[in-house]
């Protein structure tokens, strides 16, 4: 049984679906490419801290091969509280973006939950994150695509293939073909706990990739399984599966992150990865 239908194909995602075996698009983010032999590692915090402190982590993650930078300054969080320790930075977050990826020629990437952003966005970065929780916000899909920008557009945990290929159907459908997909994980009743709350689903990059659609498709070991410890080896498994790339949490003093402690790297455990991913993709006639 396939996931998705001879129908789908036709008639619901035809601009998405792969029509033969070496139907591969790539997309590309300033002179980023995306899709290609090359896989790319976008690194960087979870939530946008500080303007020294986002000058820090570009610099160290730049230095040990990271080709993006990631960031959120808008934060779609579980829970409404902020507090002095936990409060996003918001337009001005965003405008640290902007600056930090002139100073190191980086593209970067960050979250947009909210279409009336779309001109803030413009400005300062180079690609539109669109997460987990609004991966149905056709609203925001719709004005995203027509915007132009290149979108990386994560998957709901709870939410099939189709439904996401759906979702990406909208940006070529609104003339936008620059998306790229990123696994972050999904849910069953069991992961509904605190501490664990996602499944790699490492499967999904292989059947995007071999069956269903030409787009690149990247893998977020950070958020989709939660725990430093386990960051390092689902990467792995990840561009052995043949992800175009990989999105991660990456923070000088991960325990007193922001957002999302108990996931990002240090420096030193993000360096010692890229050694280990680079061999993975060799191993697989690619590189990092
Ligand atoms: C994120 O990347 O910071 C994020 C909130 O991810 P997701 O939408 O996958 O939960
Ligand atoms: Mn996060």
Known sequence: MRDIT??????????????????????????????????????????VESEEKLVDIAKNVKKAGAKMLRGGAYKPLTFPYR??????????????????????????????????????????????????????????????????????????????????????????YNNNPNVVLCQRGITAPFTNNVNSRFIPDILSIIQLKKRYSHLPVIFDPSHSTFDRLYVADIAKAAVAAGADGIILDVHPDPPKAMVDPLQALDYADFSKLMKDLKQVAKSIGRDI
């Open 83 to 172: 507090n002095e320790r936990m409060n996003e930075l918001r337009e001005i977050g965003v405008e640290h973006l902007g600056k930090v990826r002139k100073k190191f020629g980086m593209p970067v990437v960050s979250e947009i939950m909210d279409y009336r952003l779309l001109d803030l966005f413009k400005k300062n970065v180079d690609m539109l994150q669109i997460g987990a929780r609004n991966m149905q916000n056709f609203v925001l899909l719709e004005e995203a695509a027509r915007s132009g920008m290149p979108a990386l557009l994560k998957n709901h945990p709870g939410m099939g293939i189709r439904d996401w290929l759906g979702a990406a159907e909208y940006f070529l």
């Open 6 to 47: 001879e129908n789908d194909i036709k008639n619901n995602i035809p601009l998405v679906s792969k029509k033969d075996p070496k139907h591969n698009s790539i997309v590309k983010v300033g002179d980023v490419i995306f899709g290609g032999k090359k896989i790319i590692v976008i690194a960087g915090p979870c939530a």
